[in-house]
């Protein structure tokens, strides 16, 4: 099983491993390297933004790093997104990773009602991980699949 925590300063580095990795950023929306200073600025403010929310990702049974959640808040809505370790990429965990970070997010934001997804079209494997969690498709462009996931039963 998986436990999400809050993201720490101890993280960069492997975070910014993760991001640099060619099949990440592949499927991510902005495909260059990022550069260390860069990452090193955006990751210090992410920890402080009291409107975004990194959560990484352990396996319980070694507490072993493997994924990052971040969350974005505007206001009643959280536009979240995950990047796995390549470690650890078709092992089913990327389901199981969303589930424990969104349900420590609810309990740390709960005045937020609904997630979005914005996933690359080529992606299919976050597309079906996001949809066992049970975030529903509401709208596809030329290259993004757009999702929303309810908070409120």
């Known amino acids: 099983m998986v436990n999400a925590r809050k993201a720490q300063h101890s993280d960069s580095k492997i975070i910014y491993e993760w991001r640099n990795d060619e099949l990440t950023r592949k499927m ?3 495909t260059d390297p990022i550069e260390w200073e860069r990452h090193r600025k955006w990751f210090t403010s992410s920890l402080t933004n ?10 319980k049974s070694s507490n072993e790093s493997i994924a990052v ?3 974005d808040i505007e206001t009643d ?5 995950i990047n796995l370790s390549p470690l650890i990429r078709g092992e089913g965990m990327g389901s199981l990773c969303l589930t424990s970070a969104i349900h ?3 309990n740390t934001y709960p005045k937020v ?4 997804a914005e996933i690359k ?3 299919t494997a976050s597309q079906r991980a996001f949809e066992r969690v049970g975030f529903l498709k509401v709208k596809r462009d030329k290259y993004v699949m757009h999702y929303e996931f309810s908070l409120v039963s």
């Open 28 to 30: 991510s929306h902005k």
């Open 50 to 59: 009291p409107n975004r929310l990194l959560l990484i990702c352990e396996a």
């Open 69 to 71: 959640v971040c969350f």
């Open 77 to 81: 809505r959280g536009l979240v997104s």
């Open 104 to 106: 420590h997010f609810s």
């Open 113 to 116: 009602t609904m997630l979005d």
């Open 121 to 123: 079209s080529v992606n």
